[in-house]
């Protein structure tokens, strides 16, 4: 069963039947945010024990008969199926999974998508839905009315990140109600999205349109590095699998309205091209740990040699 982490953070309500939490996605975030109220919830009658744990090895499976019960919680998925979740379910113990986006992650995830017992909570960055929910419910709790347009715009000023988002909030709070105003809001909260993973989606887009918006996006040599590592996500998922179904299946869910675009992307690479990617991913990763104050330079000339591979 799948749980929508929204919801579940505006009003965290958990059945007792529920004792597997698998939470994943690739907004880290807002994966610690439900992690963090997962065990604040479960742990609220003191109960259970709180044990962190790295994979099913780990597990003490020999609780003696007054012993409390365990919450686990485990960042590694390695070893788990469904027979090894059977020691969870029959000590009565609560186990909570944590693992970001991967292919392993993702079957895992298609096994007990099924199971009553295990909720599935998938965190990605919000998305225009999500940040009204939120931003109703603060407005709500705080008896604040703001009018249509400045509703929108304050929409369109929070961040995408679940945390940056809630510290921004938080800022709104303290402001006397007469003097929010756009203006006001502007100064206070911080829009900076982070590095734009869209200047990969123009890579099918001339040279100069590929340079123009790395320039006016990259502009230091965090961002660089970080815009580096972000395409390296999409080229692994392009490198780890044979056809486009299960590419399809595994493309982030954030990703919708770019899903025909990878997968067009995808369908350029045959064993040959992916070879040479692979190559320029080595080199590249090589560069860019031993100068480091090339990042900027480096990380262009990545793009547009990873677009010469794409269209060759």
Not at 30 to 53: A, G, R, W
Not at 137 to 164: A, P, Q, V
Not at 231 to 248: A, M
Request: a positive charge; one cysteine or more.
């Amino acid at each position: 069963m799948k749980l929508d982490p929204i919801n579940f953070i505006l009003k965290p309500n958990i059945k007792e039947e529920n004792n597997v939490y698998f939470i994943s996605g690739n907004e880290r975030s807002l994966i610690d945010k439900i992690k963090d109220l997962l065990i604040k919830k479960i742990t609220k009658d003191n109960v259970f024990e709180v044990q962190n744990i790295n994979s099913m090895s780990s597990t003490n499976q020999n609780s003696g008969l007054f012993s409390e019960k365990k919450l686990y919680v485990m960042n590694d998925i390695t070893g788990l199926n469904k027979d090894n979740l059977n020691f969870f379910k029959k000590d009565e113990n609560i186990i909570i999974f944590i693992s970001e986006n991967s292919p392993k992650t993702n079957l895992v995830k298609k096994n007990f998508l099924n199971q009553k017992d295990v909720l599935i909570i998938d965190c990605y960055e919000l998305n225009k839905e999500s940040k009204i929910k939120i931003l109703n419910d603060f407005l709500n709790k705080n008896n604040l009315i703001i009018g249509d347009d400045l509703y929108w715009e304050l929409l369109n000023l929070l961040d995408n990140k679940y945390m940056l988002l809630e510290k921004e909030l938080e800022k709104i709070r303290e402001i006397d109600p007469k003097k929010i105003t756009y203006k006001t809001l502007k100064k206070i909260i911080s829009n900076n999205q982070g590095v734009d993973d869209k200047i990969f989606f123009k890579l099918l887009d001339s040279n100069q349109a590929i340079i123009g918006a790395y320039n006016s996006k990259i502009t230091n040599q965090t961002d660089a590095n970080k815009l580096y590592f972000m395409i390296k996500k999409f080229t692994n998922l392009i490198i780890s699998f044979e056809n486009e179904n299960d590419f399809e299946k595994n493309i982030p869910r954030y990703l919708f309205r770019e899903k025909k675009l990878l997968v067009s992307i995808f369908n350029k690479f045959n064993l040959k091209k992916k070879r040479k990617l692979i190559n320029l991913i080595f080199d590249t990763d090589i560069v860019m740990r031993k100068n480091s104050g090339l990042s900027i330079v480096v990380g262009l000339r990545f793009l547009l040699n990873l677009k010469k591979i794409i269209i060759s």
